[in-house]
T-cell receptor
Framework: GIQVEQSPPDLILQEGANSTLRCNFS?????LQWFHQNPWGQLINLFY???GTKQNGRLSATTVATERYSLLYISSSQTTDSGVYFC???????????FGGGTRLMVKP | NAGVMQNPRHLVRRRGQEARLRCSPM?????VYWYRQLPEEGLKFMVY????????ESGMPKERFSAEFPKEGPSILRIQQVVRGDSAAYFC?????????????FGPGTRLLVL
């Protein structure tokens, strides 16, 4: 199966700062999703983005499928953005989403 | 349109007991996936089911674990004779399209604690 690597593993920001999270894949994917796991453990869908660019409020994501990576941008971060951000991908070689190890984000007031 | 529902949200079992976790997919979704998250780790795939069929169980432990998605009712993940190492969060996801296409929507998870 595919390998998924996320960076950085940990990130501490001051409220209002911007950040970029990265996700690298070992193989091509035709399903790529970003999630936010909040401090209560709930997984929230952020983007389904196997290719291209999407924006939703202060969040945006870009996937460059030919180079096997995806980026998640968080602008004007807020304390409620804290938690763990996961990317996950799948391709025709398997039925499952393979998750990266996550980026643990803490936004300080 | 209600999201993916899981119950119970928290489950405490003693070693040797059975645990039954339930998942109701989103309306119109016929594809269900179970994932397990051990403490401080990412989610790991366990099993992929469609109505009455197990499509892929490559992530399921060979013993004590089973899953079903009957024609009527929720999907069930069953763990027999639980051990402390089974303590984890178990997430269910559903999608309207056959894997790997389409967004998988995740439920709130069931947190299993084995004493």
């Amino acid at each position: 199966g595919i390998q998924v690597e996320q960076s950085p593993p940990d990130l501490i920001l001051q409220e209002g700062a911007n950040s970029t999270l990265r996700c690298n894949f070992s193989d091509s994917v035709n399903n790529l999703q970003w999630f936010h796991q909040n401090p209560w453990g709930q997984l929230i869908n952020l983007f389904y983005i196997p290719s291209g660019t999407k924006q939703n409020g202060r969040l945006s994501a870009t996937t460059v499928a030919t180079e096997r990576y995806s980026l998640l941008y968080i602008s004007s971060s807020q304390t409620t953005d804290s938690g763990v951000y996961f990317c996950a991908g799948a391709n025709n070689a398997g039925n499952m989403l393979t998750f990266g190890g996550g980026t643990r984000l803490m936004v300080k007031p | 349109n209600a999201g993916v529902m899981q119950n119970p949200r928290h489950l405490v079992r003693r070693r040797g007991q059975e645990a039954r976790l339930r998942c109701s997919p989103m309306k119109g979704h016929s594809h269900v996936y179970w994932y397990r998250q051990l403490p401080e780790e990412g989610l790991k795939f366990m099993v992929y089911l469609q109505k009455e069929n197990i499509i892929d169980e490559s992530g399921m432990p060979k013993e004590r674990f089973s899953a079903e998605f009957p024609k009527e009712g929720p999907s069930i993940l069953r763990i027999q004779q639980v051990v402390r190492g089974d303590s984890a969060a178990y997430f269910c996801a559903s999608s309207p399209l056959k894997s790997p296409e389409g967004t998988q929507y995740f439920g709130p998870g069931t947190r299993l604690l084995v004493l």
